[in-house]
Every structure is written in C-alpha cells, then in structure tokens.
C-alpha cells in the first residue's frame, strides 16, 4: 500500500496521454473550448456509475459532504477550468515551448506552496525525485525550444522575458494550487477510505464543473453542445480517459503528498512521446529519449 499512489498516478498519466491524443484530433473538428467541456459532458456519467458502485460496496453509507469539502472542491473545479483556459491561450502565443516547459514547474510550485499554506512537508529524498523529474521534463522541452528559437530568429533572453513564459509560470501557478485545493477536499471528508473519499471528491468537481461550464456553453456557445454530440464517439472516448485519469489522480491524491503525485504524473510526457511516435507517426528527438529515461528514475526515487 504505501506504494500504490505510484501506480496510482502513473495510471493517471496514461489515460490523460490517451485523452490528449483524443483531443489532438477533435480540436481538428470544433474549437478548443468545446473540447474543454466534453471531459466533464461526456466523463461524468462514468463517475457517476463508479461513485455508485462504490456505495454498493460500502453499503449506501457515504461520507457527510461538508461545507469546506465543497469550497475545496469548487475551488479546484474553478482553477482546473482557468488553468485550462491559460494553457489554451498558452497555444496561441508565438514561441510557446518556452511557456510550455516552465508550465512544468507547477511540481515545484504544489511542493512550495503546500509547505507554506496547506502543511504539506517534503522530505529531502521527496525533494530529490522531484528535481529530477523536473529535469527529465526540461530535458523533453530542450529539443523543441532549440527549434522554436531557431525559427522565431529570437534570442534566448527575449524569448525567456516574453508572454509565452509569463502566462507559462501563470498556468503552473493555477494547476498547483489546483492539485492542493483537490487533495484538501478529500482530506476535508471525515469518513470512509481514502480511495472511498477520492471517489466522492472526483464525482463532486466533476459535477461541478459540468454545471458552471454547461451553462456558459448554453448561454454564449449553444452551436458547441452540437458539435459535441455530432462527434459523440470521439468525445465518448475522451470523456472515459478522462475520468478513469481523474478517479486514478483523486485516488493517488488521498494517499500522498500532492507534490509527490504531481511528480510522479509526470511519466505522463513519456506516454505522450511513445503516442506521438506510433500513432501520430511523430519523429523523437534524442533529448526526449534521455528525458524519458530521466522521468521514470525520478519517478522510481520516490520508493527509496
């Protein structure tokens, strides 16, 4: 057991790789921001039949869904969905892969920020795995940013100092705190098991955030809403990775620090390359290789 947040969150990793590459194709079809919302339209009423079975098992007792339980819970429904958005705006900046690679940092930010406000330590060896998982990061981003500088006729320090690294830094920002504010929702649930409490925190934000984007979307963007059931066995399949990727990171989230699970998720860059090389037919560069194989050792120092 005092594993299998490892297992856990790289589990997560897969599924979100596999709905990603789901996504690189619908965003082919309908603009992003429907995109963004077929997760929570089309993954919720897996969650439901999971949160279900889960009271089944339980015997229909389920944990009392306290105030703070869903502040925090709306609270990380709100920063996933402004994270997503600056991710989104991210893209459409020239020269993103320097905002790209330091949205990465977002580990380093959950460990800062978690020490400082949520009383959640990392200990030294904890620290370790998360540099060097951040370095494999880095060295994924390193061949693309050569590339990108050589394109844009940029020098580093100008591409260093622009929006793309500013709106970069803002989206890690956002997806740190939206990791703690998740694993304090679960803390905040007084019964049942961790896995059980993950359950209902998945379900909850989820829920939540299929009521505050769906009506945006039935108020500005109605014509999104038809797209996506006209591409409904894409979307279907986006939806379910997306939420057996949300079960699994809610689950790794109620067993560790969310630093630690962060972290860990980042093997999530090495799904994403192994994707792009046999089904998108992409070429690798030799510095992705090297930061795959410096990913997973980070990843594997977490069990020192």
Same mark, same amino acid.
């Given at each position: 057991m005092d594993y299998l947040w490892i297992l856990l969150a790289a589990a997560s990793a897969f599924f979100q790789?596999?709905? !990603?590459?789901?996504?690189?194709?619908?965003?082919?079809?309908?603009?992003? !921001? $429907?995109t963004t919302y077929v997760r929570a339209l089309f993954g919720l009423p897996l969650l439901i039949v999971y949160i279900l079975a889960l009271l089944a098992v339980h015997g229909g007792e389920r944990p009392e869904l306290n105030a703070t339980f869903l502040a925090y819970c709306t609270a990380s429904a709100l920063l996933q969905f402004f994270g997503t958005a600056t991710l989104i705006?991210?893209?459409q900046l020239g020269n993103f892969a320097v905002g790209t690679m330091l949205s990465k940092v977002d580990v380093i930010m959950t460990a800062l920020i978690g020490m400082l406000l949520f009383a959640q330590p990392v200990s030294s060896t904890g620290w370790v795995a998360i540099l060097v998982t951040l370095a494999g990061v880095l060295l994924v981003?390193?061949?693309?940013?050569?590339?990108?500088?050589?394109?844009?006729?940029?020098?580093?320090?100008?591409? /260093?100092?622009?929006?793309?690294t500013q709106v970069g830094l803002l989206t890690a920002l956002i997806f740190g705190?939206?990791?703690?504010? /998740?694993?304090?929702?679960?803390?905040?649930?007084?019964?049942?098991?961790p896995l059980?409490? +993950?359950?209902?925190?998945?379900?909850?934000? $989820?829920?939540?955030?299929? =009521?505050? /984007?769906?009506?945006?979307?039935? $108020?500005?963007?109605?014509?999104? =809403?038809?797209l996506a059931l006209q591409n409904s066995g894409l979307c279907t399949f986006i939806g379910v990775t997306? +939420?057996?990727?949300?079960?699994?990171?809610?689950?790794?989230?109620? !067993?560790?620090?969310?630093?630690?699970?962060?972290?860990?998720?980042?093997?999530? !860059?090495v799904f994403n390359l192994v994707i792009s090389r046999f089904y998108f037919g992409e070429r690798l560069l030799r510095a992705e290789l090297v930061g795959m194989l410096v990913i997973v050792a980070g990843v594997l120092l977490f069990k020192l």
């Open positions: 790789s596999l709905r !990603l590459a789901g996504l690189k194709t619908l965003n082919q079809r309908m603009p992003t !921001l $429907v705006y991210l893209f981003s390193a061949g693309r940013l050569r590339g990108t500088l050589r394109a844009a006729d940029a020098s580093a320090v100008q591409t /260093l100092l622009g929006r793309p705190l939206s990791y703690l504010t /998740l694993r304090e929702a679960i803390l905040a649930l007084e019964s049942g098991s059980y409490r +993950a359950g209902w925190g998945a379900v909850t934000m $989820v829920f939540i955030q299929f =009521l505050l /984007l769906g009506a945006w979307f039935i $108020v500005r963007q109605p014509a999104g =809403l038809k997306s +939420a057996l990727g949300t079960i699994f990171w809610f689950s790794a989230s109620a !067993l560790q620090n969310a630093a630690y699970v962060a972290a860990a998720a980042q093997v999530q !860059l």
